[in-house]
C-alpha cells in the first residue's frame, strides 16, 4: 500500500486503519469491543439477546469501512475525501443524539466525537491541499480530480523524428 500524498489523505489513511482494527478487534474479542464503547457485558444473555449477532455485523461493517478508506488513500480519491466530511458529521450528530436521549451510555460520546473531529480534520486537510497547491490547473477534472498526466500533457511528440 502506498503511503498517503496528501494532508487530507493522511486523515482519511488514520481513519481506514483504527477501522479495520477496531473492526477485527469486534470480530475476535467482542467482549473488549463492548467494554471500549461503555457497554456492560453480562456474563450470560438473555434469550432474545442479540447483541453479539448486532456487533458481529458492526464490527464487519467496520472493518470493510476501513478497507474501503484505505482504498480511497491508494488512489488519493479526493472526492470521497469531501464525501466523508460531510457524512462523518451527520454520523457525530446522529452519534450524539444517541447519547443524548439515553439510547447509549455518556461513553458512546468518544465515538460521536471522534467522527467530528475526523471530519474537521479531513476538511482542515482538504483545504491545507487546496492551498498548497495554489490555483487550479487547467488538467484538473471538474471535481478537482487530475484524470491522468496522459491527458493532461497535450499530444505526445512523434516518436523517431527530428526536432
Known sequence: MRLPRSGAGWTIAVFGVLAVLLGALGLVWPEAQLRLLGFEVPARRAAGDYTGTFLTASSMASFNM???YLLAVATEWRAFYRFTVVFRL????VFTLTVLADVA????FGVALWEGLGAVATAIGLRWDARRAGASTPADGPDGDLPG???SAGPAPAVGTAG
Do not use: E, S
Open 66 to 68: 476501513g478497507v474501503y
Open 90 to 93: 451527520v454520523t457525530f450528530t
Open 105 to 108: 451510555p455518556d461513553r458512546f
Open 149 to 151: 498526466a496522459a491527458a
